[in-house]
């Protein structure tokens, strides 16, 4: 997993963004797996919501699964954990459930993440 990672745009999906470089917040380049933050300071307003869109149609069209989050998905807890079980199928990854204190290590993880 990277962070704000910057993807060249192939020619025949330029068209739709009309860019040759995006930025993918996360992104898992072997299983083309990106997750996109639609904050609401940066994506709120017609032209930026028209913007996210071509984004999203432009990762799909470069075989990517792309993943879009909002400030509710991130900061509810129950919504959270539904959020990256959905990750986890397209990453292939089985949550360790098994551990002792999985849940409260989860929490506590979750908690660090969006009080920083």
């Known amino acids: 997993m990277r962070f704000n990672v910057p ?3 192939p ?8 860019q040759k470089t995006i ?3 996360l992104l ?3 299983q083309k797996v990106a997750v996109e933050y639609d904050g609401i300071m940066d994506h ?3 032209d ?4 996210d869109a071509a984004r999203r149609l432009t990762l799909e069209a470069m075989g990517y699964t792309v993943i879009s989050l909002t400030k509710r ?4 807890w129950t919504t959270f954990c539904k959020v990256c079980d959905l990750l986890g199928m397209y990453l292939q990854k089985k949550s360790r459930t098994w551990q002792k204190d999985w849940t409260t290590k989860q ?7 969006i009080l920083k």
């Open 7 to 9: 993807l060249k745009v």
């Open 11 to 18: 020619r025949k999906c330029q068209s739709l963004i009309k």
């Open 23 to 25: 930025i993918v917040d």
């Open 28 to 30: 898992w380049e072997k």
């Open 44 to 46: 709120t307003g017609a």
């Open 48 to 51: 930026k919501i028209m913007n």
């Open 73 to 76: 998905q991130v900061f509810t």
């Open 107 to 113: 929490h506590n993880l979750w908690r660090q993440l």
